[in-house]
């Protein structure tokens, strides 16, 4: 993604990717919250801080709201909403 692309899509989800070719488990799945300079602010999961990414390590999700969960060692993504 691109620093403009995410300046624009403020509030949407996004999947981290930390690596090609990394194992599911290890995706990060978040709200993008702020763009400065070069970094994209994303708040993943339940964490109330939002930490800098790299714009080119995300993708959108495809989904206009999500919400996670986090249990006992479980992560349940449940979409609320589909874009067209």
């Not at 995706?27 to 080119?56: C, D, M, W």
């Amino acid at each position: 993604m691109k620093i403009t692309e995410a300046a624009a899509n403020i509030g949407r989800s996004v999947t981290y990717t930390p690596f090609e070719g990394c194992d599911s488990d290890q995706l990060e799945f978040g709200i993008i919250t702020e763009v400065r300079h070069s970094n994209v602010f994303v708040r993943y999961g339940s964490e109330l801080q939002s930490k800098a990414t790299n714009p080119e390590d995300l993708k959108f999700e495809g989904t206009a709201t999500e919400t996670i969960f986090y249990g006992d060692n479980e992560k349940i993504r449940v979409v609320t909403s589909k874009e067209d």
